[in-house]
């Protein structure tokens, strides 16, 4: 499997993207700061899943672009119950790809800037006590 199949898939199964055997999420909304496994530290430097929130927007505007448009483009479908059905769709679509956009941002980060240097994980070890 090519490392870029390998990456998306841990991010897909919101697997952590160093190991790949650890869990990302402990609960629905709530990701654990470390990898179980490897112990690995999720956000790499503050705001860093700011990304993931972006990758959720535009999948979702994407989406909801792709089967609302066509459906209002069609005369014989009334508008209101497309409305009706499609507006909620803008809140509850990001809450469902909240998990797997966080899981691709983490893939593509560690595909474009992956962990080469053992001094990144090496002093992220070294310094776990001061995050708990
Ligand atoms: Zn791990």
Redesign the pocket.
Known sequence: MSRFMTFLKRGLLLR?P??G??HAFRSPFKMYER?P??N?RFEREEGYFSSSMAINLVISELIITAVVVPLAATPSIPLVPLLIIGAPMTVILPVLLYHHSHGLWMAMDHYLHPINTPGEYIADLDNQHLYR
Request: proline content about 0%; glycine content about 12%; charged content about 10%.
């Open positions: 952590c160093v190991c055997k650890g990898c496994i490897c690995f």
